[in-house]
């Protein structure tokens, strides 16, 4: 792989996650060296075939240490926050990931010279929330501007690509399961917006292509209900399964239970998410603070499943040259 160097440097927090291995590549692909900070460098190491030979080297950073994370932005051109959790785990709380963390990162990056850094949060991120997840995204968000007014708020609907946590775990449970919960009666309104068209909008941000102090709301070009995404979901992997409702209560209760797994299959705060539209507002479309404002063109569900949920076909991606 051959790539012109810019000289400039970007830390990326997260770097190792489904959003922020994208994030990464996309960087590199324009020539910047990439400081991809993370809790467990040792992990992060499929990352650096991304880039040239060192243009992208892992360190280590967490965000409940803010030594770390000083250290991480120390020497920085500019800064990317993608950390994210959907579900605590042990120190890995809301508040700390997404409370704490995008506030210490601003600190950090205001204390190393930076006017602004570039947030990924997420629609739906509302201080009155009755979800904790959506009110600890809007208590970063806060963070941020606060400490560095011109930075960049990125907040996309639900994210789908190769890795993603939805797609993937409703197929999955489609192998074994004869029906599919579809909370709240499935009536919930989604945007999904393709991994790689969020790492653009965080490439362009970082280009200073976006305008400063800004929240942009990142949208596919579809709204999908939930149970027209999971009945999309069935036709790629070409799995008939009932879809019965579940009253909220009654997920309520469940994702409760469930909650004391190690990784759960869902939350209780989850589902109190799930009792708000995840769209891109009409405010955001108007002023265009959205991907096509970006000039970029929203890439469909149809084109990107099949590429990914192929193995959950009962043969696989050879099942799609199977005569019917």
Known sequence: ??????????????????VGRHVVQALAKRGYRVRAAVRRPDLATHL?????????MPVQANLRYRWSV?????????????????????????????????RAIAEAARGAGLSAITHISAIGA??????????????????????????IILRPSIIFGTEDDFFNKFAG????????PLIGGGHTKFQPVYVCDVAEAVAKAVDGELTAGTT???????????????????????????????????????????QMLP????????????????????????????????????????TILPTYLDRFREHGQYDAHRIA
């Open 126 to 151: 509302d201080a009155d929330s009755a979800s904790a997840y959506a009110r600890s995204k809007a208590a970063g968000e806060a963070g941020v501007m606060e400490t560095l007014p011109d930075s």
């Open 263 to 302: 990784k759960p299959m869902l939350t209780a705060d989850q589902v109190a998410l799930l009792k708000t539209d995840n769209v891109v507002s009409e405010a955001a479309a108007s002023e265009c603070r959205t991907l096509a404002g970006m000039g970029i063109s929203p890439t469909t569900l149809a």
């Open 216 to 258: 942009y709301e990142l949208g596919g070009p579809e709204v999908r209900t939930f149970r027209e995404c999971l009945e999309e979901m069935m036709a790629v992997t070409r799995k008939q399964r009932m879809l019965v409702p579940l009253p909220f209560e009654i997920a309520s209760v469940l994702g409760k239970i469930m």
């Open 70 to 102: 000083d250290r991480a932005v120390q020497g920085a051109d500019a800064v990317v926050n993608a950390v994210g959790i959907l579900a605590p785990s042990g120190k890995q709380t809301f508040d700390a990931v997404q409370d704490f963390g995008p």
């Open 173 to 180: 449970m489609a192998r074994f399961s004869p029906a599919l």
């Open 1 to 18: 792989m051959s790539t012109a160097l810019n000289g400039k440097l970007v830390t990326v927090f997260g770097a190792s996650g489904f």
């Open 48 to 56: 650096q075939p991304l880039g040239a030979p060192g243009q992208i």
